[in-house]
């Protein structure tokens, strides 16, 4: 029992496995919400609820305005991605305190900020106007046969040949 | 001098059982626990159904923590580094959430007659901006270290500069989706569908083109390694 502890909760899993687990619990989060696994659009959402306590609310032509995805009595902090997001913040520091290795780790050079606010800024503008992140149209929109996905995923790759080039030019 | 040797041990032992007592975080994963079980709670009384939505976030987390899986490192990997271990388990899930999909959209569908707004699953309309913002998300992802549940998993890894990353994010999901929206949706994305396989080729001949293909992208990672390490 003790044995079968360690091997759960202390040492990493298998990646086919787990790939596995996050398959199950998309289509089960389908099943139960009817929509399967997002992110972006949760921190739109954050963006959102941000703009309006600074008092800027006009979103005419915005996504959320023309794609919608709140349902009644749903608010920019409270709706089933941000509530998605932040759990998966917390599952993964649960993971880490059982483990025992949380530790903050900190930010060793203003390069690796430059990158990191380059690359978040790209993801964030890519991911809306492609309808979708590496989870809502690649890991979601794939195997819900919309061809989006499958054109997402081949761009990403591209994108990603690009990003490894830059990386091993400036980074290393 | 002995007394002296021996008061230095003994503080040295305290100081060394400390940091053990330190690392020790269980007691924190508890207090964790007991917040997530609330939080789920007060989340159920809510809107019932926002009772499933918490605990399978929280498993989605601790799955991707505990297994280091990052779609990121699936991609980079086989470029830099040679290695396609990550990139074959992101296909067998795929391979897996297709049949799983599949089930469920023919159980809920009425398959001679149906709507697209009816199809359970992320339908999106294709377009030019599909390509130009899997390339920009691309390149994004690379040089951030970490895609978008990369970035929340690393943040509750504790990483300083994932919540960094994820403001730039939540920054370049405004820009797009708030200011420059209209300029995108009337180039690209106005009068767009999506384009469901099934209502292409059928339901059962998608199921199989859609498999077929991703066997052949496994088989193909999988050789591309073998020829990397030779």
Known sequence: MNKLYEIVLKTPWPYWIAGIILSLLNIFLLITTGSPWRVTSGFLYWGMGFLEKLGYSDFTGSYIELYGGLTAGETFLLNTVSILNVAVIAGALLSVLISNEFKWKKIKNAKQVAFGITGGLLMGYGAIIAFGCNIGAFFSGIPSFSLHGWVFGGSMVVGGVIGSKILMRYMV | ?230
């Open chain 2, 1 to 230: 001098m002995t007394s002296e040797r021996i008061e230095a041990l003994k503080r040295r032992r305290k100081e060394e059982r400390e940091v053990i007592k330190s690392t020790n975080q269980s007691p924190h994963a508890w207090i964790l626990l007991v917040i997530i079980l609330m939080v789920s709670m007060a989340l159920f009384l809510n809107q019932s159904f926002y009772m499933w939505i918490f605990p399978i976030g929280i498993l989605l987390g601790f799955t991707l923590e505990r297994s280091r899986f990052c779609f990121t490192a699936s991609i980079r990997n086989p470029l830099t580094i040679g290695t396609t271990k990550l990139l074959q388990a992101v296909i067998l899930a795929l391979m897996v959430s297709t049949v799983f999909f599949f089930i469920l959209q023919v159980q809920t569908l009425d398959v001679g007659n149906f709507q697209l707004s009816e199809v359970p699953g992320n339908l999106r309309p294709l377009g030019w901006n599909t390509v130009i913002g899997g390339v920009l998300f691309g390149v994004g992802m690379i040089i951030a270290g970490g895609c978008a549940s990369g970035t929340l998993v690393r943040v509750g890894e504790g990483f300083t500069l994932q919540i960094v990353v994820l403001v730039a994010f939540i920054a370049g999901a405004i820009l797009a989706g708030v200011f420059h929206y209209p300029f995108w949706y009337d180039l690209f994305i106005e009068g767009r569908e999506a384009i469901y396989l099934p209502e292409i080729f059928g339901f059962i001949p998608a199921l199989l083109l859609q498999l077929a293909v991703l066997g052949i992208l496994y088989v193909a990672a999988r050789s591309f390694a073998k020829r990397k390490k030779i």
